[in-house]
């Protein structure tokens, strides 16, 4: 995201990705904030430091995984599941925004994208538990925590991993538009989103 967005930032966390499959997390950041470890100030410690299988693995996936090329492909990627959920759920009337950032992206099934967490609160999760089962159902599984449905990406994804996303969408929004047209009589006025 540094890259993204141009930030330079005074400390940078990775984490699980950077080891391609095994325990592994870095830190790094400017000569002023990492000169606390060089000189004694603070001890950095952890249980897989300067491990041969971890660095190796970090080394791989820097150098040969996660090329530019593969950064750009899961961009296109993202792109593509987010425009063809967003195209299935509003040719039914179904509200919803989304985002992509490399290999993240997400659907959030609410008509007004969000600016603070307040918002964020206010989404209701229904449709967003549905679509994790219906994902899950179609052999796409996401993480169980509903409002933003995120997904993760890695270079072994195919268009056709991309399609099957999004023909889960819009099979999700084909079932629930009859409930949806009928959301006042069923929840009341104003209870959902």
Same mark, same amino acid.
Request: aromatic share 10%.
């Given at each position: 995201?540094?890259?993204?967005?141009g930030v330079?930032?005074?400390?940078?966390?990775? !984490?699980?990705?950077?080891?391609?499959?095994?325990?592994?997390? !870095?830190?790094?950041?400017? $000569?002023?904030?990492?000169? $606390?470890?060089?000189?004694?100030?603070?001890?950095?410690? &952890?249980?897989?430091?300067?491990?041969?299988?971890?660095?190796?693995?970090?080394?791989?996936?820097?150098?040969?995984?996660?090329? =530019?090329?593969? #950064?750009?492909?899961?961009?296109?990627? &993202?792109?593509?599941?987010?425009?063809?959920?967003?195209?299935?759920?509003h040719?039914?009337?179904? =509200?919803?925004?989304?985002?992509?950032?490399?290999?993240?992206? *997400?659907?959030?099934? %609410?008509?007004?994208?969000?600016?603070? #967490?307040?918002?964020?609160?206010?989404?209701?999760?229904?449709?967003? %538990?549905? %679509?994790?089962?219906?994902?899950?159902?179609? &052999?796409?599984?996401?993480?169980?925590?509903?409002?933003?449905?995120?997904?993760?990406?890695?270079? *072994? %994804?195919?268009?056709?991993?991309?399609?099957?996303?999004?023909?889960?969408?819009?099979?999700?929004?084909?079932?629930?538009?009859?409930?949806?047209?009928?959301?006042?009589?069923?929840?009341?006025?104003?209870?959902?989103?």
């Amino acid at each position: 995201m540094t890259a993204l967005y141009g930030v330079q930032p005074d400390m940078v966390c990775l !984490a699980k990705a950077l080891g391609g499959g095994v325990p592994c997390g !870095a830190i790094g950041g400017t $000569a002023e904030v990492m000169a $606390a470890i060089t000189d004694g100030r603070y001890d950095q410690v &952890g249980t897989f430091n300067g491990n041969p299988l971890t660095m190796a693995a970090a080394r791989a996936v820097l150098t040969e995984v996660l090329t =530019p090329e593969s #950064y750009v492909r899961a961009e296109q990627l &993202g792109r593509q599941m987010l425009e063809g959920s967003l195209a299935a759920l509003h040719d039914q009337g179904q =509200p919803a925004y989304g985002a992509v950032y490399g290999f993240k992206g *997400s659907v959030v099934f %609410h008509g007004t994208p969000c600016t603070n #967490y307040r918002e964020f609160l206010e989404i209701d999760l229904a449709i967003s %538990h549905c %679509h994790f089962l219906y994902q899950h159902n179609g &052999g796409v599984f996401l993480p169980p925590w509903g409002k933003s449905e995120s997904w993760t990406l890695c270079v *072994s %994804h195919s268009d056709a991993d991309g399609e099957r996303y999004v023909d889960n969408v819009a099979r999700l929004a084909r079932d629930v538009a009859p409930i949806l047209d009928r959301r006042s009589d069923i929840f009341g006025e104003g209870q959902y989103n």
